[in-house]
């Protein structure tokens, strides 16, 4: 199949990759000339385990191709994907502006029947806006062109998208005729050998389903985050009732472990959406309030922790810090912890060092740009040298299983402040180090 994706960011360029990776012909479209330029070079602008090795081999093989032009790219596609970003706005509702900027040079420049496939995540209901969108900018140049508008959202993790994208626990189509979703069948079965995981339905409630699975996901671990501080409270310890909650398998292991708080690209602005499109059609959506609050909260319980340990003001101290990415396995660090903990830390006066495998160049450029008294480092124990603690906020796996010798000599004070509750095993006040963690 002739396919087009529309954005090259974590979702177009791995959901492409896939698909030309099955044999389909896609052109990958984004606004960015410097990011296409830089795939052109066979330069990858993100990391994703797996991705860059995919992308030089189906680019060499000539099913994977990109530019700034979607006119020309969707000339002869079937299949045009809009995976554009769709941001947090101002009052907490999704961005649709680059959705519907695409809709609308879709319309523009379409010559034939095209199935025109939302993957962004968007508030229910822009499938009815991107129709008309489209429509109306076929009126305009008096044309009167098929086309089909889907829902079928993206359920990808970054650090572990490739495994997702080729193997899906679901997909999930939302269309109104029978065309679209024979095409989209078409696309996604060689992805299914050894049962079909296609879940179809309308397209609301498609739209919808992907803020449910975000909303469930992010309520799960704001529900472990606030029984792991009533524990503190009480004298329990969380991650004993973690695994006695766990083991029933109504509840599950998955997505109850206390930490620092979520972040991402996601959860925090589909949490937040999601509330919002509740209010606009006048419902107050309680529970998903709280999520959103606890989590707000959760960022900072590390920093709490080290003013409850070193006091309110922070000036002459130094942290070390071992993780930037809101999770293992990628470089984004979009509504990281860290960002709000490396603040904290550094409006009470301390300065702190930091080492991430993979994130430090989008903190470096983006998210801690402007704040002073940070510094990089290119390994985990030069952080160390001269710190009062360290903190841990990412757990990625050089950081499990550390030296604790090294630590303790290198550290001024023996002190560790866990954020992800990955050294409990260790019994670390018996090798001399005072350790603090979520939920204990
Ligand atoms: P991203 O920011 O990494 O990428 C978006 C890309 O779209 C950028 O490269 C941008 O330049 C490009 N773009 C913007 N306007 C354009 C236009 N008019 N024409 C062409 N390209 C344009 O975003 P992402 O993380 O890939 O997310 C995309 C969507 O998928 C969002 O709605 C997000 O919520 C959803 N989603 C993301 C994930 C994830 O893990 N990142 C998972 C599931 C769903």
Sequence with gaps: MNITVVGSGYVGLVSGTCFAEMGNKVTCVDIDQKKIQKLEEGIIPIFEPGLEQMVLKNVKNKNLFFTTNLGNAISDAEIVFIAVGTPMGDDGSADLQYVLAVAKSIGKTMKKRLVVVDKSTVPVGTADKVKITIQKELDVRGEDIDFDVVSNPEFLKEGAAITDFMKPDRVVIGADSEYAFDKMKQLYSPFFRTHDRFITMDIRSAEMTKYAANAMLATKISFMNEIANICERVGADANQVRIGIGSDQRIGYSFIYPGAGYGGSCFPKDVKALKK???????????????????????????????????????????????????????????????????????????????????????????????????YFNSKYEVLKEANALILLTEWKEFRSPDFEEIKNTLISPIIFDGRNQYIAYKLEDKGIEYYRIGK
Excluded: C
């Design 277 to 375: 499109i509740a209010e606009e059609n006048g419902y107050k959506a309680n529970l998903i309030e709280s999520v959103e609050n606890v989590n707000d909260a959760q960022k900072l319980v590390i920093a709490h922790k080290i003013v409850k340990r070193f006091g309110e003001n922070l000036s002459g101290m130094t942290f070390g810090l071992w993780g930037l990415a809101f999770k293992p396995g990628t470089d984004d660090m979009r509504e990281a912890p860290a960002i709000y903990v490396v603040k904290e830390l550094v409006k009470r006066g301390a300065k702190v060092k930091m080492y991430d495998p993979k994130a430090m160049k989008e903190a470096k450029e983006f998210y801690l740009k402007n704040v002073e008294n940070i510094e």
